[in-house]
Structures are given as C-alpha cells and as structure tokens.
C-alpha cells in the first residue's frame, strides 16, 4: 500500500535451505520471511503455528505438538525459544471445559496444563485460534492490503470481489477461544478455503506443507495488492491536498523545538521518548483534507489501537503560515483536551471490573506540512508505535479509496485496551531500570571516560547521544554499544564544543532523534603540560576554548531545552582533580579545569529553582582507555615527573593516598550516582575520583 514501497512481495522461500531443516526450524524459518516485510505483519503482530508429530517425554509415544508463537514474540526476529509447544488431544479437551463466550478469558488459565516438554514460553490469547483450524501449518498475518478491505463498511463484499470462494470472511470478534472456535467451524464447513479475512482485524491462512501455507500468504496478499492498484489508480487519496509539505530541514527544525515540549507535558507521571516521522506516507496523510475526520475514527486492528491508543491528536498548525510560536503557546490546551476527551472515553466504556484509566495523553501527534511524532516509556516503543500508525495510514488509504473507512467500535476497542488479560500481562512486565524513559548527552562520548559513562547509563536503560568531535571513533562506539544494547537506544552526533553553531546543531539532532534531555555529560577534554614561560597564547586559548567555552555553550543548550520541557534535568561536569589543586607545568590545563568547577556552581544556583541539578565529578590520573593519555600529555606528564610512559601510571599510583589506580569505570560509577535519583538532593556538589589526594580535598 505504501507508495515507497516495491508492487509486490517477493516469494522468498528457498527449498534447498528449507529441506535441511526440521519442521521446527521450518517453523522459525517461515515466520522470519513473513516478518522481515512490514506490509506482511508489523512488530510483534500476527503469528504463526505447525502441528508437529514428536516423541511424548513421558510415554515414548509420537503425539501431535502444536508449535504457536509465543506470547510478546515478534515475526522477524523470533526463534525456536519464541514457540509455546502445547499438546494438541489437551487443546481439543478444552472445548469440553468452555461455559460460554462470558466466560471465554478463563479459558487462557488452561493453557498452561496443555504445555508440552516443560516449555516455559507463554501461550498467547491467539493459541485457539491455530489449534482449531484442521489444517497444520497456519499463518495469521496484518496486511496492510488486507486490513484495508477488513476496515471497509462493505469487507464482506470486496472479500467475496476480490478473492472468490478461495477466502472466507468472519465478523469482528475479539481475540480469543469464541473466535478459535468460529475459525474451526468455517474450516470443517468450508473444506476447499485457503484462508479467512477477519472483519477490522486481519488473515488467516493454512496449508498442507510449510511452503504451500507460506506461498498462500504471500498469493493472497499480492491479489490484495494488486486489486488496490487497480482500483484506486487515478482516484483521489484522502479527499485531496489540503496543503503543502515544508522542506526537510523546517520539518527537522520544527520538530526539535516542538518535540521537548510534548515531552514535558505528558511526562509528569514518567519521562516519555520520542520519535519523528516525515516519510511519504505521512506527509500524504498529514496534509490531506481528510485528516481530521480519519484521524477522528481512530485505528481498527486490535494491534495499532494497541500501540497508538485509539485515536491521534491533531495539531493546529498552517504549514502556509508556519508560526511555531502560536503552535507552542496553544499545545497545553490541544494537550489538556486530549486528556479531558480521552477521560471522556474511559467513562463512557468501562466495566464494573475495569482497570483504572491508563496514561490519558497520547501517543500520535499529527502536524499538517511536518509529519509524525510519536511518545512512549521508551525509545523503541515510541518508534514502533510510529510504525503501527503508518499500518493505519495505509489501511484508512485503501478503505477510504474504493470503500468507506471503519474503525472499531469505540466499545470494542475499549475492551481490548482495558482487556483483564492485557492488563495481568503489563502488571508482569519487569520494574524499570532507574534511568528507563532518560535521554542523555555525553562529551567526549567516543573517549575512554565518555564511552564508560555511557555504558553505565545505558545498562540502567537510559537513551545516550554520542557526541564526539572524532568521526571514526564515534562511528565505531556506536556501532560497538548499539550491538550491545539495541540500535533504539544509541545515536552519535559529531559536534565540536567550542563552534557555537555546531552545538546547537548537534542539539537538535539530539533532540529528533530521542524528543528531549535529561541528563547532559559534559566530558569532552584535552590535556596540555608546559611551564608557563613556553605556554603559548594558542595553547592558552585551546584550553578555554574546549574546557571552558566548550562547557558553557553544551551547558547553555541542555539549560535551554531543561527549560522548555519543564520537567527538571541534570548537568555532570567532568573536571579533574587539577581544578581543586594546582599541579606544575599545567596552568592552562588547571586554570581551565577550576573555571569548569566555578561554571558549574553557577549553574547549579540558576537551576535549582527549577529541578536542575549541576554537579562535578573530579577524575585523576585516568591513563587506561583515555584519548588524552594517547598523545604529548602523557610524554609531558611523564617528563614532568622524571619516570617514563611505563611508570606513569606506577607514579601516580602510588602517588594516591589509596594506592590504587583510576579507571574510566570509576569515573563512569560517580557520573551515574550524580545522574540518577540517588543522588536527588545533592546539587552543587563534587566527587573527587581520584584514590585520595589530600591537595584537592574539597573545603
């Protein structure tokens, strides 16, 4: 359906690979080519089944297994592990235990008395609906194309058009064993079907072999795709342009002022990350006459409601007249109505059993001539919700083209988000980390102490930007962390402190890419030794210019955006023992260094006022892993001290009061307490990290 996208989906299916294979891993194999497409299924949606003969552990027998991907898993990714196995005889004894369509989500208790080989995959709400269709491989996909003719008023008809008696249609129905046993009934009744269209939900399709179930799904969608080629060719989409795009970098620029703003105010209760959005298929949306009364229906599949909650909030903004500051002075209000509206729904549609009304703000934020931003409890979240809205773009692009779009009853969508089931499964979701939801921005982030800092912050679930003026090691710390802790979590930014344009550039990328700051690392650094009659008026200068200027400019942009979400934020200052106490042959160095510790502690008295905290973390002799220790400081230092590179660090060992050496992770453990709500009342304050150093004893 996307515009961006290639015609068709491409059979992937490799029988030289598949023959090697079990039927398990035939399994894996087929849900990873169905989920590597998002015109197939978008995270986490759909699933896939095989009902598999294997040997009982117990009684040596062959039995039939029902392999059914797992609650939470997703398509693409998913792998052996990802499968509940439940014994098929124990599934065909529940209908035996069933009182009743009332009583449906007891039945989800059962599943785990059905589990085969001790497998602690949970089963989903989607098991009954594999087990009781008679055919063993099944696929159960979202579509784009077939969403569209599900959400159409008239779904039972274009199915029929479209696809003849090869595929079947079924009403709406929640998820759930009422529904696995419609899907039964139609196969028993309908013996030469190869599939079903459920009503505003999605596709079911079966085969007889792995490849024949994969091929039919592919088939499928492509007629769909094709008979919407066909009939919206010439027609007009979404009733029309209503206006035009902005070019690229005003949506980007917009988007970073706009973005830290939603943020604070839907952030009260717990810090929310964003995401941007101006692809094609957005911009079509987003500028159409049709917007407003689309977005107003809301979504249809369970999924996108799901993720996006059941409908958008629309921001007033003419991309004709682009005054962002009228969009600013009136997003309270546009904000405060979604909550009051949202609240409205709640009441109209809860039950005596409901859980209590969930977060009231919203998810999707639609802007004429800009794009998309979407805000979740965390960075991918808040992607993937993006994603899923693009799947209900696509559907209300199709429906609204050759039919009338329909979304969910507002009842039925209702009792899907404050579902019982849905909400025992969040209350089992693990507690966050201490800085889950938190954007920070660390200097130097490519360096030794940059890069330890931001593995700390990241194993505590904050979102880290990379900000290094070295290109090559920050494509390389990026690439290495984004291995290690997802791609959602990391961006790199190159940025030069000392260029006042730069900061404030790379700040904004910052902001787009994550939708705010919380925590600012201010750690870029260099090191310079000279007596001061060879102190150069240069040298001089680059010391202020990096460890001075350098701090004010990345300080005054975090305090900028601080301000602008209102939410509170916090400010590490890496400085250096050398800032507390003199040391020979370094007086820019040290000089520079005591101007970051004073900085610091004027920023700390214009912040608190507002919950932003400015602290310092004073290192010393950090050799392992630090850029600086890689050049003429190290020879410097070690000239300075009559030893040589080797016993540098020996030296300044057994220099300390500790006798023990500093390591960027030490440096990293500071920044973190400083950074997180241990540390919630300190402000203005200094950890020295540097084994014991009477000198710089703070006084």
Not at 3 to 8: Q, Y
Not at 139 to 155: F, R
Not at 354 to 381: C, E, I, Q, W
Not at 600 to 620: F, H, K, S
């Amino acid at each position: 359906m996307s515009t961006s996208a290639p015609k068709r989906l491409a059979n992937l299916w490799d029988d030289a690979k598949a023959a090697a294979m079990s039927e398990p891993e035939r399994l894996v194999y087929r849900s990873n080519l169905l989920g590597s497409d998002k015109r197939v299924t978008n995270y986490g949606g759909g699933n896939t089944s095989s009902k598999i003969m294997q040997q009982d552990p117990l009684t040596g027998e062959q039995v039939e297994v029902l392999w059914v991907k797992g609650s939470g898993g997703d398509s693409a990714s998913i792998k052996l592990d990802g499968f509940s196995t439940l014994y098929m005889d124990k599934l065909r004894a529940l209908k035996g235990l069933y009182r009743g369509v009332e009583f449906e989500d007891e039945m989800v208790g059962y599943l785990p008395h059905a589990t085969f080989n001790l497998n602690p995959r949970a089963a989903s709400i989607d098991t009954p609906l594999h087990a009781y269709v008679n055919r063993p491989f099944v696929d159960h996909m979202h579509p784009d194309a077939i969403i569209a003719i599900a959400a159409s008023k008239n779904s039972r008809e274009l199915t029929q058009q479209i696809f003849g008696d090869a595929i079947g249609w079924l009403p709406w129905k929640k998820p759930g064993f009422e529904l696995g046993l419609w899907l039964g009934k139609f196969c028993e009744e309908n013996p030469e079907a190869k599939g079903v269209v459920l009503e505003s939900h999605g596709l079911f399709t079966w085969g007889d072999t792995p490849k024949q179930c994969y091929e039919t799904t592919i088939h499928i969608i492509n007629q769909a795709i094709a008979w919407f080629e066909k009939e919206t060719e010439g027609k007009t989409i979404f009733g029309g342009e209503a206006v035009k795009s902005l070019p690229s970098d005003q949506r980007r620029a917009i988007a970073a002022r706009l973005m830290p703003r939603i943020r604070g105010f839907i952030s009260e209760d717990s810090h929310k990350l964003g995401h941007f959005d101006d692809s094609a298929a957005v911009l079509e949306f987003v500028n159409s006459n049709n917007l407003r009364p689309l977005a107003a229906l809301g979504t249809s599949c369970p999924d996108h409601f799901l993720r996006t909650k059941i409908r958008p909030l629309v921001i007033d903004f003419d991309p004709a007249n682009p005054d962002i500051d009228a969009v600013i002075s009136g997003l309270a209000d546009q904000i405060a109505a979604y909550r009051v509206d949202y609240q409205a729904y709640y009441d109209r549609c809860k039950h005596d059993n409901s859980p209590a009304v969930r977060d009231p703000n919203a998810v999707v934020y639609l802007m004429p001539g800009v794009g998309m931003f979407t805000f979740a409890k965390d960075k991918a979240t808040a992607r993937i919700s993006g994603e899923f809205y693009v799947n209900a773009i696509n559907v209300m692009r199709g429906a609204s083209t050759v039919s009338t779009y329909v979304g969910l009853p507002e009842q039925e969508a209702f009792d899907i988000e404050y579902w019982l089931l849905e909400e025992a499964k969040l209350a089992r979701m693990p507690k966050p980390k201490s800085l889950a939801g938190k954007i920070a921005l660390v200097t130097g982030g490519a360096g030794g102490i940059g890069k330890a800092t931001a593995v700390r912050l990241l194993r505590e679930g904050a979102c880290v930007v990379l900000a290094d003026i070295d290109e090559n090691a920050l494509a390389a710390a990026n690439d290495e962390l984004g291995a290690v802790f997802g791609k959602d979590f990391v961006r790199p930014v190159k940025l030069n402190v000392t260029q006042e344009a730069v900061v404030i550039a790379g700040f904004a990328e910052a902001v787009v890419e994550f939708g705010g700051l919380d925590i600012l690392v201010s750690n870029a650094g260099i090191a310079s030794s000279a007596p001061i009659e060879e102190t150069s008026l240069e040298l001089w200068n680059k010391n202020m210019d990096i460890l001075s200027t350098g701090y004010f400019l990345v300080s005054r942009e975090a305090f900028r955006l601080f301000r602008a979400q209102k939410i509170g934020g916090n400010v590490v200052f890496v400085a250096s023992k050398n800032g507390l106490a003199a040391s020979p042959n370094a007086s820019a160095y040290c000089t520079a260094k005591a101007a970051e510790i004073h900085l610091a502690r004027c920023l700390a008295l214009e912040g608190a006022g507002e919950q932003i905290r400015v602290n310092v973390v004073n290192p010393d002799a950090v050799l392992r892993g630090s850029k600086i220790w890689a050049g003429e400081w190290l020879e410097q230092r070690a000239s300075t001290y009559k030893t040589d590179k080797e016993g540098l660090e020996d030296m300044y060992r057994e220099r300390s009061m500790l006798k023990r050496s500093v390591f960027p992770e030490d440096i990293a453990e500071a920044i973190y307490f400083f950074a997180s709500d241990a540390s919630a009342k300190s402000t203005g304050n200094i950890i020295n990290v540097d084994a014991g150093n009477a000198q710089s004893f703070t006084r």
